[in-house]
T-cell receptor, first 112, second 116 residues
Framework: DAKTTQPTSMDCAEGRAANLPCNHSTISGNEYVYWYRQIHSQGPQYIIHGLKNNETNEMASLIITEDRKSSTLILPHATLRDTAVYYCIVRALKAAGNKLTFGGGTRVLVKP | DTAVSQTPKYLVTQMGNDKSIKCEQNLGHDTMYWYKQDSKKFLKIMFSYNNKELIINETVPNRFSPKSPDKAHLNLHINSLELGDSAVYFC???????????????FGEGSWLTVV
C-alpha cells in the first residue's frame, strides 16, 4: 500500500472547520484513501473513505485532488470531542487479506 | 451493544506468564484482526482471520497464538510473556468484500497489557 505524509500536529478553534491535509503522491489507481481517528484511550474509529470523487458523511468531508496525489479531510464544525489523532491511510483492496497500515497520523487539538 | 468487544480491558501480569485476550464481534463480519499499539503509539497489524482461517501473520513471535473458534470470535493467547509485550492490543473486524469498497474495519476499545 502507498505511503502517506501528514503533518505531525495541528490546532483548531472550536466551532471552526478543521482541514487536515494528506499527501499520497505514490497512490495507485486501485487504492482508496481512508481516514480513521483515535481519541485518547479508545480504539481507532472509521471516519470516511473515497477513491476519486469527493465524499461526505455525517462526520466529515473528504476532498481528493484530481491527480489523487493528495487529499483533505474536513471536519466542518470542530468540537472539543474531535481532539484526536487522525490517520490518513491509502489502501488497495484485495480478494482477501485486506488490512490497514497506520502511519504516525496528525495529532489534532481543538481549543475552546 | 458494543460491536467489537474485548476482555480484559486491563491486564497486569508477570514475565513468563501465559495470558489470553478474548474478542467477540456481533456485526456478522467474516474477518477479524489483532493489532498492537506500542509505547510509541504506532498501530501495527499482527493477525487476520477470514472465516476462521489465518490470512495474515505479520512476523509475530510464535509465543503469540491466535485462535478463532468461530467467525464471531478471535482470541489471542500469549505464552511466556516478556516486558516488550507491554502494549495495547486492539481487536477489529470487517466484512471482507474483496475488491469492493465497503470494507470498513471496526475496532474494539483495546486491551491494556502491562508485563512487570
Amino acid at each position: 500500500d502507498a505511503k502517506t505524509t501528514q503533518p505531525t500536529s495541528m490546532d483548531c478553534a472550536e466551532g471552526r472547520a478543521a482541514n487536515l491535509p494528506c499527501n499520497h503522491s505514490t497512490i495507485s489507481g486501485n487504492e482508496y484513501v481512508y481516514w480513521y481517528r483515535q481519541i485518547h484511550s479508545q480504539g481507532p474509529q472509521y471516519i470516511i473513505h473515497g477513491l476519486k470523487n469527493n465524499e461526505t458523511n455525517e462526520m466529515a468531508s473528504l476532498i481528493i485532488t484530481e491527480d489523487r496525489k493528495s487529499s483533505t479531510l474536513i471536519l466542518p464544525h470542530a468540537t472539543l470531542r474531535d481532539t484526536a489523532v487522525y490517520y490518513c491511510i491509502v489502501r488497495a483492496l484485495k480478494a482477501a487479506g485486506n488490512k490497514l497500515t497506520f502511519g504516525g497520523g496528525t495529532r489534532v487539538l481543538v481549543k475552546p | 451493544d458494543t460491536a467489537v468487544s474485548q476482555t480484559p480491558k486491563y491486564l497486569v501480569t508477570q514475565m513468563g506468564n501465559d495470558k489470553s485476550i478474548k474478542c467477540e464481534q456481533n456485526l456478522g463480519h467474516d474477518t477479524m484482526y489483532w493489532y498492537k499499539q506500542d509505547s510509541k503509539k504506532f498501530l501495527k497489524i499482527m493477525f487476520s482471520y477470514n472465516n476462521k482461517e489465518l490470512i495474515i501473520n505479520e512476523t509475530v513471535p510464535n509465543r503469540f497464538s491466535p485462535k478463532s473458534p468461530d467467525k464471531a470470535h478471535l482470541n489471542l493467547h500469549i505464552n511466556s510473556l516478556e516486558l516488550g509485550d507491554s502494549a495495547v492490543y486492539f481487536c477489529a473486524s470487517s466484512q471482507d468484500r474483496g475488491f469492493t469498497s465497503g470494507n470498513t474495519i471496526y475496532f474494539g476499545e483495546g486491551s491494556w497489557l502491562t508485563v512487570v
